[in-house]
């Protein structure tokens, strides 16, 4: 059973910083592609970033040189450096394969205050 971890959300004002962590465990970390995701409440979760195995990554352009996405592969886990944060950057944020395929976690919340 795949299970997903999330952590490192917080309260922080705009143009703070925050580092999430994922960590993931029941399937071949290092061979996969991880993806972050976003969820408003109320509305579609969306992508955000993704790191494959090379590491190649891919953003979405709203977060496109704000956030860094990296891998540890030694501790199955992924992490999401964001910086210059937005109050649209408020969300529930999750991890999963990309494209996502397993059930996802319980996420952490990032909320940004103007």
């Known amino acids: 059973q795949v299970q997903f971890v999330e952590s490192g959300g917080a309260l922080v004002q ?3 910083s ?7 465990s029941g399937t071949s970390f290092s061979s996969e592609n991880i ?4 969820q408003v409440l109320g509305q579609q ?3 955000v970033a ?11 352009n709203t977060v496109k040189d704000r956030f860094t996405i990296s891998r540890d592969d030694a501790r199955n886990t992924v992490f999401l450096q ?3 944060l937005r109050p649209e950057d408020t969300a529930m944020y999750y991890c999963n394969i990309y494209p996502f ?6 996420g952490t919340q990032v909320t940004v205050s103007s």
């Open 35 to 38: 993806g972050w995701y976003r």
């Open 101 to 106: 395929k397993y059930s996802w976690g319980k």
């Open 18 to 24: 925050l580092k999430l962590s994922c960590t993931i």
């Open 82 to 84: 964001m910086n210059a």
């Open 14 to 16: 705009a143009g703070g």
């Open 50 to 60: 993704r790191i494959g195995p090379g590491p190649s990554t891919l953003y979405v």
């Open 45 to 47: 979760r969306e992508f």
